[in-house]
């Protein structure tokens, strides 16, 4: 009894206290059987451990399956096409689309004079210009000319998808290089001949500046020092508005577009214009509120949806 006695002693002496069976119940139930240091995890905290390893490891699996449904459901909708069964609405519009030889042009050449912000703006207002001219039943022969600089920047930022468009001829060069001078229509605001027709063997030219009337005159005045034609859209004739007579690039090119479709131009101008613009027809009251069919509203200052969204909405 004395040596049992003696040996507890001498092993209670090597921790500086007796050895208590509370605490040796203590450890075991903050230290797991595998590795003493990790604390016990609680059966809740097993599933959910479980659980999120067995989600790891079938990543690999779930993502096969997504792929073979994404192949699964192209193949379906090419056999639906192929088979006549399935055929969307933009599809059979650009079919019965009857493309018009007349051109449009923007003219690119201002980037230097414009605002980053403003340059947005332009490359907004391009993007509806492609959009509406691909949904169109008399589409244009749409020119982009002297893209570069902050411009081109700002197309490689926001829309990369844009070196893939169709039918639509973007040079760097200036419109005088690529088009002949007696072919070329200046439209500006600021001209004295009024455009009463459309002439298809012209190339009309449309300012792409935004400048919020900072360099007023500017496009008429290049027009004329390159001893180029110009004209203003017959605004006057036809409507009434309250605000000024310069508009945004895509709304002068959404214009001619629906001319082009309707043979009026003041269906046009009411088709296209948007209605803070106060447009009322001449003749009309300006107190009198605009018909139903009148209410079009297409602010190119606001944000204007993708090209994407726009073609898969037509």
């Not at 040996?7 to 090597?14: H, N």
């Not at 201002?110 to 509406?132: G, P, T």
């Not at 419109?175 to 200046?186: C, D, K, P, R």
């Amino acid at each position: 009894m004395r040596q049992t006695k003696r040996g507890l002693e001498t092993a209670d002496d090597t921790t500086g206290k007796p050895a208590s069976a509370e605490e040796d119940q203590s450890e075991k139930a903050v230290s797991s059987p595998g590795d003493p240091e990790d604390p016990v995890l609680s059966k809740r905290q097993r599933k959910k451990l479980l659980k999120q390893q067995k989600w790891e490891e079938e990543r690999e699996q779930r993502k096969q399956r997504r792929k073979e449904r994404k192949q699964q459901r192209r193949l379906q909708r090419q056999n639906h096409q192929e088979g006549g069964e399935v055929q969307s609405a933009r599809k059979r519009a650009r079919r019965e689309a009857t493309p018009s030889s007349l051109r449009l042009v923007v003219d690119c050449s201002f980037d230097s004079l414009m605002l980053i912000k403003d340059v947005r703006k332009l490359h907004k207002q391009i993007q509806r210009c492609y959009a509406e001219n691909r949904r169109a039943s008399h589409p244009v022969q749409f020119y982009l000319t002297s893209l570069g600089g902050q411009l081109r920047q700002s197309m490689d930022e926001k829309d990369k998808g844009w070196v893939n468009w169709k039918d639509i001829h973007i040079k760097t060069e200036h419109y005088t290089e690529v088009v002949s001078q007696e072919q070329l229509v200046y439209l500006t605001s600021d001209s004295p001949n009024v455009l009463t027709e459309l002439d298809p063997q012209r190339a009309y030219v449309i300012g792409g500046l935004v400048d919020h009337n900072h360099h007023k005159g500017l496009t008429f005045e290049r027009a004329t020092e390159l001893g180029i034609s110009h004209a203003q859209l017959p605004l006057s004739s036809f409507v009434k508005m309250n605000s000024r007579k310069v508009l945004a690039v895509n709304h002068v090119f959404e214009i001619i577009l629906a001319y082009l479709e309707k043979g009026s131009w003041q269906e046009a101008f009411f088709t296209v214009l948007p209605q803070r613009k106060g447009v009322v027809a001449v003749g009309r009251d300006a107190t009198e509120p605009p018909k139903k069919d009148d209410e079009t509203d297409s602010d190119s200052d606001s944000d204007p949806e993708t090209t994407a969204q726009m073609e898969q909405r037509a």
